[in-house]
């Protein structure tokens, strides 16, 4: 979203090591790694993306790999615990002079993220949290971030155009223009592993929390459970990093007159993404520069889809340029 924030450019970012469970990408150096299956990008052609030093380490595994996506993401068979990788990690991190760490667990990795931010809190390095397993917003975790003073910024990472912030920008000008919305939905589908994994029902509890809080907060009066649904909804491998979602409202207006509305988006998922960490990593910098710990309210609101506090888009983005500006 922005060029520049506090003077740091897009450039400033160093990335400096990796983690994660796949074989075929532990061990190798990142600008290799990216490239292996079943990642989908073709954004920079692979003999053009600068190479750099920054190692893929190991990560445990716990309830990071659905029974969806095993046979493709293929993990490696680790015979450390859990307890001797997380000693392993935090000596990395030491040595690699990482300040902050981003993490995109798939969707339902509740016990990984947890292990991610104690390792956040243990080596006092900023927590960028983009997945709907709550720290950010989770009243325990936020406090352990605070007494910590280690910043954190989450949970769950908006798109830069966006199935849902397109949702709730459309659901607060119906609100905000005096109409009442009766019922909506939101259906998204893709095809990559995310999608995949999110074909495991047992995995989506707290994703479609996030979404549907994202949009219920917009609205003056809340929709009743079964008026309101919004959530992924099928794997099409075809489409790859495509996401189409598809959405309706329906509701009245004066004299009471119904009116509906239908929108479909078509984006690439990772690039929408994409767009928005680079500025949760910039602003966690800003944090660690700064000295504020816990939550980083303004930049979570912004960019986060379930915050631990939630508000228009309009005052979320206000509140950041002042967070950015030092006031």
């Not at 009442?180 to 259906?187: H, L």
Request: charge should be negative; proline fraction near 4%; aromatic fraction near 8%.
């Amino acid at each position: 979203i922005h060029d520049k924030l506090a003077g740091y450019g897009i450039h400033d970012i160093d990335f400096v090591c990796g983690f994660d469970v796949g074989e075929n990408k532990v061990g190798k150096l990142l600008h290799e790694a990216i490239y292996e299956y079943p990642n989908m990008v073709d954004w920079i052609a692979k003999d053009d993306l600068p190479k750099n030093e920054a190692m893929v380490y190991e990560s445990p595994i716990l309830d990071g790999v659905g029974v969806w996506v095993e046979n493709r993401i293929k993990p490696i068979v680790s015979t450390k615990t859990p307890e001797q990788i997380a000693e392993e990690v935090k000596k990395i991190i030491k040595e690699k002079g990482v300040e902050i760490i981003v993490s995109y667990l798939p969707v339902g990795s509740d016990k990984v993220t947890e292990f991610w931010a104690q390792i956040c809190l243990d080596t006092k390095t900023a927590f960028v949290n983009c997945i709907p397993s709550f720290i950010a917003s989770d009243e325990k975790w936020a406090k352990k971030f605070e007494d910590a003073n280690v910043p954190c910024i989450g949970d769950d990472i908006k798109g830069q155009v966006g199935a849902t912030i397109v949702h709730r920008t459309l659901a607060k000008l119906c609100s905000d223009r005096g109409t009442k919305i009766e019922k909506t939905y939101q259906i998204n589908v893709g095809g990559n592993t995310d999608f995949l994994n999110m074909k495991e029902q047992d995995r989506l509890a707290s994703k479609r929390i996030s979404k549907t809080e994202s949009v219920q907060s917009q609205l003056k009066e809340r929709l009743d459970d079964d008026q309101i649904y919004v959530g992924p909804s099928d794997f099409i491998p075809f489409l790859g990093n495509t996401k189409l979602m598809f959405m309706r409202i329906e509701g009245r207006q004066w004299a009471n007159i119904p009116y509906n509305m239908e929108v479909r988006l078509e984006v690439d998922d990772k690039a929408n993404s994409a767009g928005i960490v680079i500025d949760a990593i910039r602003l966690a910098r800003i944090a660690l520069d700064r000295g504020v710990g816990g939550p980083i309210k303004p930049a979570s609101a912004y960019l986060m889809k379930h915050p631990i506090e939630q508000t228009s888009d309009a005052k979320a983005k206000d509140a950041c340029e002042k967070f950015v500006a030092g006031n």
